[in-house]
T-cell receptor, first 111, second 118 residues
Framework: TQLLEQSPQFLSIQEGENLTVYCNSSSVFSSLQWYRQEPGEGPVLLVTVVTGGEVKKLKRLTFQFGDARKDSSLHITAAQPGDTGLYLCAACYQAGTALIFGKGTTLSVSS | GAVVSQHPSRVICKSGTSVKIECRSLDFQATTMFWYRQFPKQSLMLMATSNEGSKATYEQGVEKDKFLINHASLTLSTLTVTSAHPEDSSFYIC??????????????FGSGTQLSVL
């Protein structure tokens, strides 16, 4: 059974601070995705990374995929209250199979 | 973009009743749909993989007789929680993979169903 370790589980910061969320596995990913979820709604895809060493940017969010395709990180610069939510990493270990989710990071940004 | 419609969004039922949740791919064909369960402030846990025209594959610890999955067409999968009990109260989410790509890069999620069993 593949396990996806995500940390930290909870993060409470002030507006303007930077933060990083980590996602690690002992197995190689086929692809990895980052989602954001609001209460009572389905997860919304932020980014998909498939190439080792890949870096993608989405406004203030920077996503990195480790060279060995076993880890990934999400960095948010100058966090804003609107960034508050549950962030989930999800990996596919074999093409065509289900996404396995990490435990999630609940982010709270206060003004 | 592709849309997955999930209904109902919220359901409250009495203990012992059965509840059906529908997941429809609106503008694409989905040979495979996945059902997840999510408890408050926790992540999504895969329950089962549903393939059109065949029996669903359940994850370890998920009772197939409790959570009946039917994927009768390329655009519809249903999850029926049979004889629901309070411990079945949870947020259920479906996702569908677009048949044309066969890739998880084209995986779309429904908006979820909040089930509350009294």
């Amino acid at each position: 059974t593949q396990l996806l370790e995500q940390s930290p589980q909870f993060l409470s910061i002030q507006e303007g601070e930077n933060l990083t969320v980590y996602c690690n596995s002992s197995s190689v990913f086929s692809s990895l995705q980052w989602y954001r979820q609001e209460p009572g709604e389905g997860p919304v895809l932020l980014v998909t990374v498939v190439t080792g060493g890949e870096v993608k940017k989405l406004k203030r969010l920077t996503f990195q995929f480790g060279d060995a395709r076993k880890d990934s990180s999400l960095h948010i610069t100058a966090a804003q209250p609107g960034d508050t939510g549950l962030y989930l990493c999800a990996a596919c270990y074999q093409a065509g199979t289900a996404l396995i989710f990490g435990k999630g990071t609940t982010l709270s940004v206060s003004s | 973009g592709a849309v997955v419609s999930q209904h109902p969004s919220r359901v409250i039922c009495k203990s012992g009743t059965s509840v059906k949740i529908e997941c429809r791919s609106l503008d694409f064909q989905a040979t495979t749909m996945f059902w997840y369960r999510q408890f408050p402030k926790q992540s999504l846990m895969l329950m089962a993989t549903s393939n059109e025209g065949s029996k669903a594959t359940y994850e370890q610890g998920v009772e197939k007789d409790k959570f009946l999955i039917n994927h009768a067409s390329l655009t519809l999968s249903t999850l029926t929680v049979t004889s629901a009990h309070p411990e079945d109260s949870s947020f259920y989410i479906c996702s569908a993979r677009e048949a044309a790509t066969g890739s998880n890069e084209k995986l779309f999620f429904g908006s979820g169903t909040q089930l509350s069993v009294l």
